[in-house]
């Protein structure tokens, strides 16, 4: 199968996961970080254009100013051969032509100072997406410790298959928090090939908490390991895609969708996501 685009996967990645620490947060919270990070995306994303115009219009320039100086090499010759012994006229076409050659640098270092100030521009806004999440690590921790007295007093399961019958029922009730620790703590148990139905679980909670940022990030630890025993891949392509286009990054859902559609035709998911993707283009 096809993996997705590497750019978005790591643009969410890098904006939502730092120090191997996800972030907890209420929908609130997540809709106004979604929409600050959709901002800095955007400027990220217009700068970057704006870079690769400006670098591709300095190459072409620098074609034509080494086009310039064979022409202005040229010129020297024709002059020394025109004016042969004649140093007086010889000196002023000279002088022409070193004018002109320092016209030419000139033009060169300004082209290479605008760069400059473009990958400058480039890495505060590297930096802006790097510090966003620090916002909410305090309250990150603060959170683990609340979700940990949920679960006082119960009972915990022996097998895997109890832990995840007893995950689902807590999911069912929607109760989200207590659900991911049960399948935490199954993922800790039993790191194996089989985690894979745990993480989608654990995307499960998220996504139908509303907490679509931590959603994309279990999915996407599905995608990049692509595990080939693993049947459920329709099914996260197009709730990945559905959380995309849930935080308003509708470009990045609408791709997933349409790698959903190309890879499994026949999938419901796929016939899910057409009705998707024409209700967006609405």
């Known amino acids: 199968m096809k993996i997705l685009p590497k750019t978005i996967l790591t643009v969410i990645a890098f904006a939502l996961f730092l120090n191997g620490c996800f972030i907890f947060m209420s929908r609130d919270e997540g809709e106004q970080l979604a929409e600050e990070i959709n901002q800095l995306k955007t400027e990220l994303k217009n700068l970057k254009e704006k870079q690769a115009l400006d670098q591709k219009s300095t190459e072409e320039r620098l074609q034509n100013y080494d086009k310039d100086a064979q022409k202005l090499s040229q010129s020297l010759e024709n002059i ?12 002023v076409q000279l002088d022409k032509v070193v004018s002109s050659i320092m016209e030419l640098n000139g033009k060169y270092e300004l082209n290479m100072h605008r760069i400059d100030e473009l990958n400058n521009e480039l890495n505060k806004l590297k930096d802006a997406y790097s510090k966003l999440p620090q916002q909410g690590t305090q309250k990150t921790a603060e959170r683990q410790e609340e979700k940990t007295d949920k679960l006082t007093g119960i009972k915990r399961p022996t097998t895997r298959k109890e832990y995840i019958v007893l995950a689902k029922k807590f999911l069912g009730d929607k109760q989200w928090e207590a659900s991911r620790i049960l399948l935490d703590e199954a993922l800790t148990k039993w790191n ?12 499960e909670t998220y996504y139908r908490e509303g907490k679509f940022q931590n959603a994309i990030l279990e999915y996407e630890k599905i995608i990049k390991e692509n595990p080939k025993k693993f049947d459920s891949m329709d099914e996260v392509l197009y709730k990945m895609g559905i959380s995309f286009i849930n935080i308003s990054l509708k470009d990045d859902g609408r791709t997933i969708l349409e790698e959903l559609i190309k890879n499994y035709p026949k999938s419901r998911y796929s016939s899910m996501a057409q009705n998707k993707l024409k209700e967006i283009k609405k």
């Open 80 to 91: 020394r051969s025109t004016y042969g012994s004649n140093v007086a006229d010889f000196g």
């Open 192 to 203: 194996d090939s089989g985690k894979y139905e745990i993480i989608m679980l654990i995307a």
